[in-house]
């Protein structure tokens, strides 16, 4: 079973892995990771100007 770990930005509670690293400034879920990819212009398999690599 997982644990639960709050987002440090958006205050949701989720379940993370046992094995899940998380850095000591807090867990950072998903969406706001997600957020702040696409608020950068950035993408994953994407150069800054948003052209596929």
């Given amino acids: 079973m ?20 998380i850095p000591a400034g807090g867990y950072v879920c998903p969406w706001c990771r997600e957020k702040e990819l696409r608020e950068s212009g950035r993408r994953r398999g994407r150069g800054k100007d948003g052209e596929r690599r």
């Fill in 2 to 21: 997982g644990r639960r770990e709050v987002c440090v930005r958006c205050g949701i509670m989720w379940g993370v892995s046992q094995l899940a690293k």
